[in-house]
């Protein structure tokens, strides 16, 4: 059992609940990512932008930080070779 965020109704902590009082998807609510800080690593809930641990962003870091890293290593690379 788990409560409901938003109203403290016990609910189920299965995957799909949702609350049978106010309708809130606790499931989506409850939801941990995991800190892409390789040295923290905190399950942290998917609401929050920042990790509470290490204060690294969460938000969006798979996607543009990872180009943005990726652009980088193949910047490295071309100037090695010139
Ligand atoms: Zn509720
Ligand atoms: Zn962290």
């Known amino acids: 059992m788990t409560k409901c965020p938003r109203c ?6 299965r995957p799909g609940t949702i609350c ?3 309708g809130l998807k606790v499931y989506e609510a409850n939801e941990k990512i995991r800190c892409p800080e390789p040295n923290c690593k905190a399950l942290v809930s998917k609401k929050l932008e920042y990790c509470p641990k290490c204060g690294c962003k969460l938000k969006n870091y798979n ?3 990872f ?8 910047d490295e690379s071309l100037n090695q070779k010139e």
Do not use: N, Q, T, Y
């Open 63 to 65: 996607f543009s930080d």
């Open 8 to 13: 403290g109704k016990e609910v189920s902590s």
């Open 67 to 74: 180009i943005k890293m990726a652009r980088c290593k193949i």
């Open 20 to 22: 049978p009082r106010c």
